[in-house]
Antibody, heavy 122, light 108 residues
Framework: QVQLQESGPGLIKPSQTLSLSCTVS??????????WTWIRQPAGKGLEWIGR???????NYNPSLKSRVTLSIDTSKNQFSLKLSSVTAADTAVYYC??????????????WGQGTLVTVSS | DIQMTQSPSSLSASVGDRVTLTCRSS??????LNWYQQKPGKAPKLLIY???SLQSWVPSRFSGSGSGTEFTLTISSLQPEDFAIYYC??????????FGQGTRLEIK
């Protein structure tokens, strides 16, 4: 059973860089059939896709966040990471990592981490 | 970006009711539509992919249909564990992947 677990600081100050990691267990991150994704959800609101990375190194970012987001992947640790720079209070949210499966041309998020709350406050 | 619009935003229903949730896309997405269920304090869970394919854990009272720009999620007989927020998501075009704003299904 694949499991994903987010880790990182729960509180950061405005203008700093948010850094989160997602550790994948129960399966290899080094598969061509998946993208590794970050999604966030402000309290009481909907889901916002941040971006995804493939083990080939290919990345896609949400245009609304692209200038501030960097995704990376470390196959030796079975881990991928998110960096979001110049954060403001608007970046306060629960951050989820997820696996996006690519099956027969269909793309869907089949495994999710439990989520980690990141609060931006001075 | 492809905009996803769900209706209604919230719905009150009773155990045993049949309910239908709707998701519309701003352009045709064929059947590249997924549904997720989210309970309070939990991560979303994949319910249906490719508009109508149920994940293995999903009871048969759930069904999905639609293609193009209009999709539905139907629960044939609501059970207490079905009260949650449901999100649709288009997997047709990225970036960005986009979600609907969600439908909150509440107990009447």
């Amino acid at each position: 059973q694949v499991q994903l677990q987010e880790s990182g600081p729960g509180l950061i100050k405005p203008s700093q860089t948010l850094s989160l990691s997602c550790t994948v267990s129960g399966g290899s991150i080094n598969s061509g059939h998946y993208y590794w994704t970050w999604i966030r959800q402000p309290a009481g609101k909907g889901l916002e896709w941040i971006g995804r990375i493939h083990t080939s190194g290919s990345t896609n970012y949400n245009p609304s966040l692209k200038s501030r987001v960097t995704l990376s992947i470390d196959t030796s640790k079975n881990q991928f990471s998110l960096k979001l720079s110049s954060v403001t209070a608007a970046d306060t949210a629960v951050y989820y990592c997820a696996r996006e499966a690519v099956v027969g041309g269909w793309y869907y998020f089949d495994y999710w981490g439990q989520g980690t709350l990141v609060t931006v406050s001075s | 970006d492809i905009q996803m619009t769900q209706s209604p935003s919230s719905l009150s229903a009773s155990v045993g009711d049949r309910v239908t949730l709707t998701c519309r896309s701003s352009q045709s997405i064929s059947t590249y539509l997924n549904w997720y269920q989210q309970k309070p304090g939990k991560a979303p869970k994949l319910l249906i992919y490719a508009a109508s394919s149920l994940q293995s854990w999903v009871p048969s009272r759930f069904s999905g249909s639609g293609s193009g720009t209009e999709f539905t999620l139907t629960i044939s007989s609501l059970q207490p564990e079905d009260f949650a927020i449901y999100y649709c998501q288009q997997g047709y075009s990225a970036p960005p992947v986009t979600f609907g704003q969600g439908t909150r299904l509440e107990i009447k």
